[in-house]
């Protein structure tokens, strides 16, 4: 008949049993204090936003975000020479755009501190215009007074000069500024950073 371990032996058996799952629970408690430490540090920081980057976004505003706008217009063209007078109405067509021109008055200053992008903008300028179509309705030369070069010459720069005036009384300057704004401030303001933009105040042209 087998003998019966002591009773020595089988408490030997327990405390190295006790001390094994002591040791377990005690280098899985370090495990998980050291993994949560790491985890503190590695936890990445709020993104910063740099100068180049706002620089960058700025530019590409500016060449995505003109605004065009396709107006009609009558020009009308007169000369008198040697009492003899020459006249042209004409029905023109034509897009203008503006936007931005950042070859001046730009800035960038960023207050990573209290997460703050201020950006100063020249004001919109209209920076194209092409002629999409030219109706002439009434031509008519005088005896002495014929269409010359030099009178198409006059006329083509009438009707981009009209077509930037109706563009101007129609709010495109002030479209092109409100987009460029709306379009920064969304491409910018994440993060937890504001945008601010600021342009110089418009001077008057001057009269008479």
Do not use: C
Request: proline share 6%.
């Amino acid at each position: 008949m087998a003998a019966a371990p002591s009773p020595r032996r089988a408490l030997v058996w327990g405390l190295t049993i006790v001390a094994l799952l002591t040791a377990a629970a005690a280098g899985l408690a370090l495990v998980r204090r050291v993994s949560g430490a790491a985890d503190r540090f590695t936890t990445p920081a709020p993104p910063v936003i740099t100068q180049q980057l706002v620089v960058e976004r700025v530019q590409t505003v500016a060449k995505l975000g003109a605004t065009e706008m396709t107006l009609r217009d009558v020009v009308t063209y007169e000369q008198t020479r040697y009492g003899s007078t020459k006249k042209a109405l004409l029905v023109v067509t034509g897009k203008v755009s503006a936007g931005l021109d950042l070859t001046r008055g730009t800035d960038v200053a960023i207050d990573s501190a209290a997460r703050r992008i201020t950006l100063s903008l020249p004001p919109a300028q209209i920076i194209a215009v092409d002629i999409l179509n030219v109706v002439t309705y009434d031509e008519s030369a005088g005896l002495l007074n014929p269409f010359r070069p030099e009178d198409r010459d006059i006329m083509q720069r009438r009707v981009r000069a009209q077509l930037m005036e109706a563009a101007r009384q129609s709010g495109i300057l002030s479209h092109a500024d409100e987009g460029a704004a709306r379009m920064l401030t969304e491409l910018l303001a994440k993060d937890g950073y504001t945008v601010e933009i600021r342009r110089p105040p418009v001077m008057a042209q001057p009269t008479g």
